[in-house]
Nanobody, 125 residues
């Protein structure tokens, strides 16, 4: 059974930094793409970043240059380093992974079959 558990959310002032992480169990972590999405109240869940099994990454334009996704295959962990945070980054952040290995990754929610429970990030102005 695949499980994803996020941690690291919290309250931070605008301009500050925060790091959220996701630990995965129940599969061979290194073979799968990992992604981060976020959802603000009243809005749809949106793509933030992915890192595929081969280390290739992509980030949304809204966070490019500020957020960095990384993975530690030895620890079954994917992380999202968030710098220069803005109030509009306030959202619940979710990690996700597809059901099949060796994918290249993508920004669509439909590509991901397993999701964590989310961790709240709040940026105050």
């Amino acid at each position: 059974q695949v499980q994803l558990v996020e941690s690291g959310g919290g309250l931070v002032q605008a301009g500050g930094s925060l790091r959220v992480s996701c630990v995965v169990s129940g599969r061979t972590f290194s073979l799968y793409t990992m992604a981060w999405f976020r959802q603000a109240p009243g809005k749809e869940r949106e793509f933030v970043a992915y890192i595929n099994w081969n280390g290739g990454t992509n980030t949304a334009d809204s966070v490019k240059g500020r957020f960095t996704i990384s993975r530690d295959n030895a620890k079954n962990t994917v992380s999202l380093q968030m710098n220069s945070l803005k109030p509009e980054d306030t959202a619940a952040y979710y990690c996700a992974t597809p059901g099949r290995p060796y994918g290249l990754g993508g920004p669509s929610r439909n590509e991901y079959d397993y999701w964590g429970q989310g961790t709240q990030v709040t940026v105050s102005s």
